[in-house]
C-alpha cells in the first residue's frame, strides 16, 4: 500500500498542472478584459495599463503561464485584484468553512441514507422501500437553492430553530449542512439497499443463519462490511461533487468558505482567486480519493494494491 500512495502522489503534480492548463485558458478565451474589470468604471487608460503592468496581463500568455507557474513553485497563488491580499491567505480564511460544510453535508447523506437502505433491503417492497423510491425522485428533481430557501423559510423565519445565514455555533451549520446532503441521501439509500439485497442472498449469509446468528449480527457484521465497498466508493465520488456544490449553498445561505470566494471572484474575474481556489478543490477530491483507496484495504484485507 505504501508503494501505491507514493505513485500516487508523484501523479499529483501532472495532475495539478492539467487543471492549471485548462483553467488559465478557459479564463483568457472569455470575452472582457480583467484589468479593466478590476480598475473599475471611473478608471484611466493610464490605471487599467497599471494594473496590467502589475500583474503581467500585458505579457503574451505563455508567458503569464509561465509567471504564474514559477509562483505556483514558490507557493504563492498570486494577489486578488479586488483586495489585493495574496490569494493564499483568502484560502486559508475560508476552506475550512466550506471542508466544515462538505463533511456535516456529507455526514447527513451517510447517517440519513445508509440506515434507510439497510432498513429497505430487510423489508423489500413495504412502505419504507417505496418511501426511498420516492425520495429519490425528490433528490434527483429539487435544485439545491431551492431546497435551501424553502429549508430557510420553515426552519429560520416560520419556526425560527435556528439562524438563516452566517456562520458561528452548530446551530448555523444544521440548515446548509441539510440543503448540501438531503440530496444524496436517497443515492445511498438505494445504493444501500441494492448491495444489501445481493449480499443476503449469498450463500454464507444462509450459513451464517444456518450456525443461530441472529439477524442483526449477520446483517451488520458480514452482510453490511461486503456491501460498504460501493458505498465507500460513492462517498470518494459524491465528496466532489459536495464540494463543488457548496458555493451554491454557501451563497445561499452567506457561509464564508471558498466557494462562495471564488463565486465573487468569477463575477469580478479575478483570474488569480479563481484560479487558486480551483486547484485547491481538485487537490481535496484526489486527497478523498486516495483516502477511500486507503480504506478499501481496511474494510477488506483481499483488497491488492498494484
Partial sequence: MGTYIIRRLLTLPLMLLGVSVAVFIILHLIPGDPARMAAGPDATEQDVAQIRANYGLDQPLPVQYGIYLKKIAQGDLGDSFQTLAPVTEGIARTFPATLELTVAGMLVALVLG?????????????????????????????????????????????????PPTGRGTWRHLVLPALTLGLPYVAAFARLTRSNMLDILSEDFIRTARAKGLSWTKVTYRHAMRNASIPIVTMLGLDFGRLLGGAAIVETVFA???????????????????????????????VAINLFVDVIYGIIDPRITYS
Fill in 255 to 285: 457561509w464564508p468558505g471558498m466557494g462562495r470566494y471564488m463565486v465573487e471572484a468569477i463575477m469580478i474575474r479575478d483570474i488569480y482567486v479563481i484560479q487558486g481556489t480551483i486547484l485547491v478543490f481538485a487537490l481535496s477530491v
Fill in 114 to 162: 445508509v440506515p434507510l437502505g439497510i432498513y429497505s433491503a430487510l423489508n423489500p417492497r413495504g412502505a419504507a422501500d417505496r418511501f426511498v423510491t420516492s425520495l429519490a425522485v425528490l433528490g434527483i428533481s429539487i435544485p439545491g437553492f431551492f431546497l435551501g430557501l424553502v429549508l430557510m423559510l420553515v426552519f429560520a423565519s416560520m419556526l425560527g430553530w435556528v
